[in-house]
């Protein structure tokens, strides 16, 4: 078949790739326009733009894919089908039938669960053991249309979002090109997807990742690693009188806990030589790497003792 991939994150490069790799013929890419990154704020293109121009491919960068001139644009390559994945901008149905197959979507979600922006982060959150990816056919409600195809991955203990994301990036990769393969040859059909096990993941914004310290370590460990890499947790402590934010890293739950140790209260933390300590409301957890404000990411004994940090000292405002 004749695709134009729609894509604009890392995260959509290994699709983009497996691909290129297959029997289908890429005839163009369409991603988000360039973005400003950096202290400069540079204009940056997309990590789609970038391997698509390495692949000489025509690039499409519509501000909003509604834009008649894009639409033009598309129809002038005459797609077959338009595989998808973390585009980042909602189709209008104008634009959605254009390609006689739709667009094909790779959700990072066993559908119907966790409908939305964010549904790796969610899965993490809510301690779900196993996730997966699906393909399905865009329609006009949220992640709704007919699926045609999963793959199931197991959630690991110590996963953040960005371990299985990256897992979930490849083996979907290859589930998209498979899709497609079927789609082709007729041996797949669209399956409406059952109103049983809904859920919805919007985006988590930076409010969301504040880390309560006063919620069971359990609950702490696994917000901290949903938002690992993006937003990124964090807690605030009080420098000269301001709090000041800091990140922090993921955490191991300290559940051997001596007991001639203090007990330590939601937010207060222990120093010692080679670790802190942070009280939640059920066993403390030892900190990871954590980012202050202005600083590099660094072990959390090391900035515990570059600040001075003592035993005692709370977490929040």
Sequence with gaps: MRVVFAGTPEVAVPALNAIVESSHELVGVVTRPDAPSGRGRKLVASPVALRAEELGVPVLKPE???????????????????????????????????????????????????????????????????????????????????????????????????????????????LLVATLDGIEDGSLEAREQPEDGLSFAPKISVDDARIDWATPAVAVDRQVRACTPAPGAWSTQLVDGEAQRIKIGPITIDADRAADRPVLAPGELEVTKNAVYVGTATDPVRLGEVKAFGKKQMGAADWARGVRLESGTRFGD
């Excluded at 949220?142 to 897992?167: C, K, N, Q």
């Design 64 to 174: 909003h894919p509604r834009e008649p001139e894009f639409q033009a644009e598309l129809r002038a390559l005459a797609p077959d089908a338009c595989p998808v994945v973390a585009y980042g901008a909602l189709l209008p149905q104008s634009a959605l039938d254009i390609p006689p197959h739709g667009w094909i979507n790779l959700h990072f979600s066993a559908l119907p669960a966790w409908r939305g922006a964010a549904p790796v982060q969610h899965s993490v959150w809510a301690g779900d053991e196993v996730t997966g990816a699906t393909t399905f056919r865009i329609v006009k409600a949220l992640d709704a249309g007919p699926t045609f195809g999963v793959m199931t991955e197991r959630i690991r203990p110590t996963d953040t979002s960005g371990d299985l994301l990256a897992r979930l990036a490849e083996g979907g990769a290859g």
